[in-house]
Each structure stands twice: as C-alpha cells, then as structure tokens.
C-alpha cells in the first residue's frame, strides 16, 4: 500500500470508530477496535498522514515518539497508599498518571476535541524496559493503570528490521490484536505531493528521469548509505532559499541531504544543468511575456533542437514557475479568506465595545486573537501554513489600525469603513495575482504551440500541471483555451493506454 492509501484508510477508520448509534454509543466497542500499526521505511511521511487525517475527521492529534520516553513517563511514577483489606491495613504501590494519557485529556480540555488520534511512532524501537509497557498498550489500550480515554483511536508506526537495528518483532498474541498496514515508497505518489508543495523542479524533473533513485537504502555495506522523501523534501527548502539568497551550492551540500555518494554526485551534476538551462531558455522571462519576438523565436529554435532530457528539464522549469504562481494566487485567496473570518468577528467584538475608539478595538480584539492562537500551537491544532497565515492577518489588521489613525477614523463606523476599503485593496490585489498567472500559462503553452508542439514532452507538461490540485481549481475557475489542447491530448493518451490494456488482457 502507498501512503496516499494508508492515509485514506486511516481516515475511514477513524470514521468507523468515532461513529455512535442513537443512543450516543459508540457502535464498535473499544474492545474491537484495533489499534492501526504503520510499517514502512523511514521518510516517507508516516506522521505527517497521521496529523493530515486528524485534521480531515476533525478530531484531536496527540503524537509521542516513544523512543525519547522512560518506562516512568510512559507508565507513570510509583507512589505508596495505605489501604484496608479484611479489616487490615496494607501499604499497597500504585501510580500517577502517565504522560501520554496526561496528554490526552490535557488536549481535550484545551481544544474541546473529545475524540481523537493517538499516535506513537517508533513504537517497534522501544527500549527493553519500554518493550512490555508497548504490548499493554497496544493489547489492552491502557498505560499502566489509565486507559486511553473512549473516542480515541491508537495509531502507531514502525520501521521494517532491515532499516532499523534497533527493531523488536512482535508476537503473534500482539499482532493478531492490530491492523498492520505496511507501506512502501512510491514516487508517483509523492509526486503528487510535491507539486502541490513546491518541491523544487530540479529534484522532480531529476526523479522523473531517475524514479529508481527516489528512495535508496543499503545496509549491506561497511558504510550505510539511503536516499529518503524527507531528504529530498528537505534539500528542496534549502535549495530554494539558498538561491534566493544567491548562496552557491556543492556537492557537499547533496551528500549532506542524499547520503548516497553516486546519487549525491549524480543529482548535482543534474542540478548544475538545471541551472544552466533556466539561465539559457529564460524561463521567467517567457512566462511574464517580456521578451522580445526575435529573442522569444530564437528560445523556440533552441528547445526544437535539444534532445529529450534537456527538454524535459526545461519542461519542469515552465511547470514551477507556473505553479509557483498559482500558488501564489491560492495563498492569497487563503490568506483573504482568514482575513474576512477575522474582520467579521472583529464586528461582532466592536458591538460589544462601541464606546471605544476603534483603535483600542482593535488592539484588544488581536490580544484576545493572539491568545487563542497560542492555545492552538501549544495543543498543536495548527499547522505552521495556517499559523502563517493567521499571523498575516494579524499584521494586516495592525496596518488597518495605522490607517484609522492616519485618516482620524477613530468612532465605530468610520473606523470600519476604512478596514472595509483596505479588504477591498487586498481583493484586487488577489486579482492581479490571478491575471498574472492566467497570461504565465498562456505564455507558456504559446511557446511549445511554437517549438516542439503536441508530444510527450508537452503530454507531461500537461499531466504535472494537473497533478496539483490547486492548478485543477485554478483552470476551473480561470479556463486557458491554449491548455485545452493539451490536456485534450493527455486524456486521448489515457483512453489509448485504457485500450492496449484491455487489449492485452483479452489475449492472455
């Protein structure tokens, strides 16, 4: 199973669990509900599906790595009680409460989830001492002498012998009491992820001639050497802010992140050209429609006569410009749906407040903001994006405040006039966002129209164009007549696959 799958079965769990009758009851008793165990290779993701699938049941998220526990935080500390027994007193030992549990209803109490996911990762990496508290746990759904509280579902993770020394097999009496779901590394799958977070179009269109280099491990060898998502995810960031910063990149650099020398040298080289080809087509400038036609046919002559690998680098420098741009209109159009969220509470706020000037308004009303956002990052119900983008909305509403200074809108009404005006600039600066990325696209498809036409190369243009799915939306939305073209081919390249399969299978 690929993680997209394992998330999707994760969420339809967690929907089975948490479902209850008429009478308010859960309809699996906690009894038959299995604890969900991930087995999988290290980077591919496993924790971040789990928070994902919270966040789509809209249910709470306690994540613990068991390997950075004692027994003592797991199970709780001891302590002596004195108890009657038969008429007679016994000094008995009992114990706190773990931490993990703690956790739990600490996160309830915090957030107002009562149901939610447990998830402990590295769970088949525990310590000796941990080893028989984890089969409790996982046999019993309990740490110590405290359940885990009805309404949350236990998810675990692992990693397979081969990758992890330190690996405990389980017993068929705890096995039987699971649902085992093991994964494997896919590259179309992630893929898919990477488009839609900007992963660098050097690391995609390297992968995409190379998919057998996206995930590596031996450790057959003296020297242990592995190539992981996470390690190509995270090259990406630096990649991306290294160049923003105009900060050279080694060799050094790749093997820091691709522990894998042959795949580290191999990568740089192919990011070397990556650079030379977006410095040689100008890219950005034939997206923003800057060149001049002499320089513009000149660019066309020169992807017709380069072979295939450069056209498809040149292919995903086109495809991250246009989505970078697309993006950008989307988080732009997030940003602003947070924005109107916030002024319209904020008018709520000021109608329990009229008397005040409109700048003390605001000011308390964002203290009160900032409050609540503090409560959600430390219960994490917040992902770094949205914490992002509530922070932007926070510096926006300050900037508004200097506005109804500026102009002495100080009652009321005249103050959120003035917030109103400044929301609709933001508007139209959201439309500007969306032009700009409608006329990329059509620059984009203009310049293949006019060098290598409909051909593979164009096909895969249009299938990672459409493998975001906020590029999906933005077509919707803003249809390009120029693209139609191309995903009219992709779609007649899907039915002519669909056909040799059933052709073939109609021969076997």
Known sequence: MNIKQAKEEI?????????????????????????????????????????????????????????HHTRQSAIGL??????????????????????????????MEESGFQEGILFIDEINCASET?????????????????????GWVITAAGNPEEYNKSVRTFDIATLDRVRKITIDAD??????????????????SYLEARPQNFYQVQTAQADTSFVTARGWED??????????????????LMEQYLQDKEIAADFYGWYQLYRKYDRSYQ????????????????????????????????????VSGLNARISAFCEKRSQLALLHAMISSFRTFQKRQPKLPVTQQLSEFLRQEKKRLTIKLENGLITEQDETRTRHGFEILGQFSYR??????????????????????????????????DKALENACTYFDHSIGLCAETGIFAASILQNAENVRFLAEHPCACFLNYQKMLLLDQKQEELMKKIDALQL
């Open 11 to 67: 969420i339809r769990t967690v929907r089975a669990y948490t479902a209850k009758d008429s009478s308010g009851c859960y309809k699996i008793p906690s009894s038959r509900q299995r604890p969900i165990l991930l087995i999988g290779p290290p980077g591919i993701g496993k924790t971040a599906v789990m928070e994902q699938a919270a966040r789509a049941c809209g249910v709470g998220f306690v994540s613990y790595t068991i390997t």
């Open 78 to 107: 001891p302590r002596l009680l004195t108890r009657t027994f038969a008429g007679e007193e016994y000094t008995v030992t009992e114990y706190t409460m773990s931490e993990i549990v703690a956790s739990i209803y600490h996160c």
């Open 130 to 150: 941990l080893a028989p508290v984890m089969l409790q746990f996982l046999q019993n759904k309990q740490f110590g002498n405290h359940k885990i509280p009805r």
């Open 187 to 204: 590259f179309s799958i992630w893929k898919e992820y990477a488009l839609e977070n900007q992963v660098h179009g050097a690391i995609l």
């Open 235 to 252: 090259l990406s960031w630096l990649l991306l802010e290294y160049e923003e910063l105009k900060v050279p990149v080694d060799d050094a």
């Open 283 to 318: 890219t950005a400038d034939i997206l923003a429609g800057s060149l001049s036609p002499e320089e513009q046919k000149r660019q066309q002559n020169l992807l017709l006569q380069a072979p295939f690998p450069e056209r498809l680098a040149v292919v995903s420098l086109f």
């Open 404 to 437: 109804c200074m500026e102009q002495r809108a100080l009652d009321t009404e005249q103050g959120f006039a003035v917030i109103k005006n400044g929301y609709q600039e933001e508007l139209r600066s959201l439309e500007a966002l969306a032009d700009e990325a």
